[in-house]
């Protein structure tokens, strides 16, 4: 750019408050697209790409049994879990009077329930190789929502039946339909636009999390029958 006069006047040339006018222009469009990113980043499914056969069946493993059973044992820890937490009844009486009376009970409710709830995201997290937190979280918090607004109490007598409950709702297992549709459809969209690659992939279910690439045409899928071929649907059946 050449010099103009009003350069003569100015402390530093014109064409300086131009380039200081664009880079302003450029941070302001950088930090609407970090927003909106994060925005959709936390639908990315954090999905595992099985490179063999035994590597699909040890994270299927994962998934089919142990987080379910190290989730249970969270939420039946004796101090800390859903029925120590959500029944008055299991806490001494003294205990109770003496919270309601210093006005901490609700404090108290708040912060062992994070407890359970930070568990169970750091589980969650743990097994999907920490790929996605915000994912893990949201997965949780919608999990335990949903689940526990439909009881009115919960005792002894439900204790068991809840914890069953909350853990299809985690891992929206069987029909797909412990979460909402919304929802699902939204990971099921973000996490496609991800990967690029393969079939129209459904995520909603945890186990659909376990996937791999197609041995003979190189697409990515996550349901593979029984057998040692890693053959995607497509290409088993021709």
Known sequence: MEPQVIDY?????????????LNQEYD????????????????????????????????????????????????????YGILAIYNLDSYPVGYVYNRIKHNSWMYICSHDKEWFQ?????????????????????????????????????????NEEIIDDLIHHILNDENNDYLPKFYTKTIDFHTNENIDDGLELGF?????????????????????????????RDCLYI
Not at 9 to 21: A, C, F, G, H, W
Not at 120 to 143: F, G, Y
């Open 28 to 79: 302001e469009l950088l930090s609407k697209y970090e927003y909106i990113k994060s925005i959709t980043d936390r639908y990315i499914s954090p999905i595992h790409i099985a490179k063999t056969f035994d590597e699909y069946k040890k994270y299927e493993k994962i998934l089919d049994e142990d987080f379910p059973k190290k989730v249970r044992e969270i939420l039946k820890d004796v101090e």
């Open 204 to 232: 909603s279910s945890l186990f659909s999390l376990n996937c791999y690439q197609c041995e003979k045409c190189g697409i990515l899928d996550s349901y593979l029958e029984e057998g040692i071929t890693m053959l995607c």
């Open 118 to 158: 930070d568990k169970l995201i750091n589980e969650l997290d743990n097994i999907t190789k920490n790929k996605n937190r915000i994912w893990c979280k949201d997965r949780i918090n919608l999990a335990l929502e949903i689940c526990l607004s439909k009881y009115d109490i919960i005792n002894e007598e439900n």
């Open 9 to 21: 006047y100015n402390e530093l040339p014109q064409y300086v408050n131009v380039i200081d006018k």
